[in-house]
């Protein structure tokens, strides 16, 4: 049982660049959700989606897209990277659909812009 | 607005100790609130998850109890081992779909 998975585990990026982090998890869970994590700023949730074919916004969605056309996959899309977009980016799943369930998370991917 | 605090930031304690890591929430009506650990270089890992109806929640040498009405949950860990060392964060839900709230976590250091 795999739980979160996400690639790429590290990508650098040119500004302007676009690129698109990936999430699949294994486990039937309804609820899934992009955070990015920045010292001294904690985790600050991007997107979330309760299902397929439903998304919706989180914290600090700017500069960011989904889509959810399974319930395995949701990419997180950076259409033209800036260097305020370095971070840790993670991706969580919870079984049920208002997320308030035990969240898993998956190991993370670290972007760097320049 | 909603806001999680866990104080301190940073703590670090000798092998065998037992210690209480602090959360507290402003808005006391949560619908359940979980402990996660984080090690340096990966994702959060679930520790446990209280319930607003729980007082406590105990897996292993972890404890963590709920006092919503004061707004604060506590994380004890009890004879603690250098491999307890990690970064720890709790978050609260709210009912309905608003997304879970983190706090910035408290990075713990057992000393061998």
């Known amino acids: 049982n795999a739980g979160v998975t996400q690639t790429p585990k590290f990508q650098v990026l040119k500004t302007g660049q676009s690129m698109t982090l990936q999430c699949a998890q294994d486990?039937?869970?309804?609820?899934m959700s992009w955070y990015r994590q920045d010292p001294g700023m904690g985790l600050r949730l991007i997107h979330y989606s309760v299902g397929a074919g439903i998304t919706d916004q989180g914290e600090v969605p700017n500069g960011y897209n989904v889509s959810r056309s399974t319930t395995e996959d949701f990419p997180l899309r950076l259409l033209s990277a800036a260097p305020s977009q370095t971070s840790v980016y993670f991706c969580?799943?919870?079984?049920?659909?208002?997320?308030?369930?035990?969240?898993?998370f998956g190991e993370g991917s670290r972007l760097t812009v320049l | 607005k909603q806001e999680v605090t866990q104080i301190p930031a940073a703590l670090s304690v000798p092998e065998g100790e037992n210690l209480v890591l602090n959360c507290s929430f402003t808005d006391s009506a949560i619908y359940n609130l979980q402990w996660f650990r984080q090690d340096p270089g990966k994702g959060l890992t679930s520790l446990l998850l209280i319930q607003s109806s729980q007082r406590e929640q105990t897996s292993g040498r972890l404890n963590a109890s709920l006092d919503k009405s004061s707004g604060r949950s506590t994380l004890y860990i009890a004879a603690s081992q250098p491999g307890d060392s990690a970064t720890y964060l709790c978050?609260?839900?709210?009912?309905?779909?608003?997304?879970?709230?983190f706090g910035k976590g408290t990075r713990l250091s057992v000393i061998a």
């Open positions: 978050a609260v839900s709210y009912s309905g779909n608003t997304p879970l709230v």
């Open positions: 486990m039937n869970h309804e609820y």
């Open positions: 969580a799943s919870s079984l049920r659909t208002s997320g308030t369930g035990e969240l898993f």
